[in-house]
């Protein structure tokens, strides 16, 4: 767009350059932050899918609580971790971001490893029992190999969702110091 007026005599069209502009790690830094608050709410949905599967509908159908495999309850914990690491995003607070690190190690894929390592173990040994010419057993094995396999499909998403999750927050830590460093 053309300006009216007067233009400055021996100018080149380069006196643009000498404008302030954001910084690159203030950018990717926006970027990180957007990618991990997304995979913190594909989190918090798979959470809330846990909660609702495992403890909700079990007690509204037989009015008792089932109990879960204890990697289950340890993966319930890594809560924790996520919220600390939704808070370091407000101020780019890196020792909470290595806390959330951390955390998201020992309570979000530790207890899914074990979790796929049960249930492995549960869907090779259903998949290989002599079959039963009863239609109860074959109904039962059935439902309790869908069944495996959906919550072996959990597992393999919750780890997905947490390796990237690790990764962005890894990012978040390398420009928030790369800005520290400046």
């Known amino acids: 767009m053309a300006s009216r007026g007067h233009h400055v005599k021996g100018s080149d069209g ?3 350059k000498h404008r302030e502009r954001v910084a690159d790690h203030y950018k990717r830094s926006v970027q990180y932050k957007s ?3 997304f995979f913190t709410d594909i989190y918090m949905i798979l959470f809330a899918g846990v909660i609702i599967v495992e403890y909700i509908l079990p007690y509204i159908t037989t ?6 495999p204890f990697w289950q309850n340890l993966w319930l914990l890594s809560i924790v971790p ?11 607070n890196f020792a909470l971001m290595m806390l959330f690190i951390i ?4 309570l979000g894929i530790g207890p899914l490893i074990a979790g796929a390592h049960h249930y492995g173990f549960l869907l090779y ?5 002599p079959s039963s010419s009863d239609i109860k057993d074959t109904t039962f094995t059935a439902f309790m190999t869908y069944a495996t396999v959906l ?6 998403i919750a780890f997905i969702v947490h ?5 962005t927050g890894a990012k978040l830590c390398g420009v928030w110091r790369t800005k520290k460093s400046d």
């Not at 009015?63 to 879960?68: A, D, L, V, Y």
């Not at 040994?125 to 029992?129: E, F, S, V």
């Not at 919550?151 to 393999?156: D, N, Q, T, V």
């Open 125 to 129: 040994q259903t998949t290989n029992q």
């Open 14 to 16: 380069s006196d643009w």
């Open 63 to 68: 009015r008792r609580i089932n109990s879960p």
């Open 163 to 167: 390796i990237l999750s690790l990764q």
């Open 35 to 37: 990618s991990y608050s």
């Open 82 to 92: 996520v919220i600390i690491g939704r808070l370091a995003l407000s101020r780019n």
């Open 103 to 106: 955390g998201i190690l020992c």
């Open 151 to 156: 919550r072996c499909s959990f597992i393999f």
